[in-house]
Every structure is written in C-alpha cells, then in structure tokens.
C-alpha cells in the first residue's frame, strides 16, 4: 500500500471560499489549494508552498483544522497497476497575506476561483465537505 501525506488550506474571506480546479487523468472537480508533502518538508511550509503555486497568493498558515485518513482502492487509482492509496490530509485554515489570483500553469490544478460558501459547485472533491466540517463552516 503506498501512503500520501498532504496540506490543505481553508481560506475564507467573509462569506466566500477560495478553491483550486483540481484536472487529472480525465478526472476534475473543484478542491481545497493543497498538496503532497515533499520529503522533509514540514507540513505548514508545504500548504503555504502549495497555496502559492495553486493560486498566486502568498499565503499564512493558521490553527490546523484535523487530519481526515482515506484508504482509496487499487481500483480507483489514476496509476496503472498501482495498490490501494493511503492518503493522509492535514487541513489548515489560512489566510491570504500577499499576491494576485493566478492559475497554476503546469500542475494538478488548472484555475484557482473565490466562490461564496452559500454556493460551491457541486463538481467537487469530498475533501472540501469534510474540511468545511472541520472548520465550522458546514454540517
């Protein structure tokens, strides 16, 4: 089984929320700025790294929100005769402190958008709602 350690951020800025357009192997949907951790990198520094390359922005790290754990199946992996997935999510709230909107230009992600809370697209990855949850700002 392999293991993927991540950062998100939750950013809002009074009734909206930032998210990235998340486009993979044919797959897409909308998701928190967020990723991988590179080996040796510390969590907090890996979701300001990843808000900056995803969005534009410069980004702070704040009270971290909870860590949610997802074992994905071999068969819903995006690798080829990969096995199951362990993902671990470590989800921060954050808060922009510098930059402009951008969208990433080669990576996972394709466009960074503010939309209000009251409406998220509902193409999205599960991971928004949980960390909606985490941070209060849902059911």
Same mark, same amino acid.
């Given at each position: 089984m392999d293991i993927r350690v991540a &950062?998100?951020?939750?950013?809002?800025d009074?009734?909206?929320i930032l998210l990235a357009?998340?486009?993979e192997s044919g797959r897409s949907?909308?998701?928190l700025p967020?990723?991988?951790i590179d080996p040796g990198e510390d969590p907090v520094d890996a979701v300001v790294r990843e808000i900056a390359e995803e969005t534009g922005?410069? &980004?702070e790290a704040a009270e971290l929100l909870g860590i949610?754990?997802?074992v994905i199946p071999a068969e819903h992996r995006f690798v080829p005769d990969a096995g199951p997935l362990h993902a671990l999510r470590i989800v921060y709230r954050a808060t922009v402190v510098g930059g402009?909107?951008?969208n990433e230009l080669e990576g996972t992600t394709d466009e960074a958008a503010w939309f209000p809370l009251a409406n998220i697209p509902k193409r999205r990855v599960e991971l928004v709602d949980i960390a909606l949850r985490m941070a209060g700002l849902a059911d």
């Open positions: &950062g998100y951020a939750v950013i809002t009074g009734d909206r357009h998340w486009n949907g909308w998701t967020g990723g991988g922005y410069v &980004g949610d754990s997802k402009t909107l951008a």
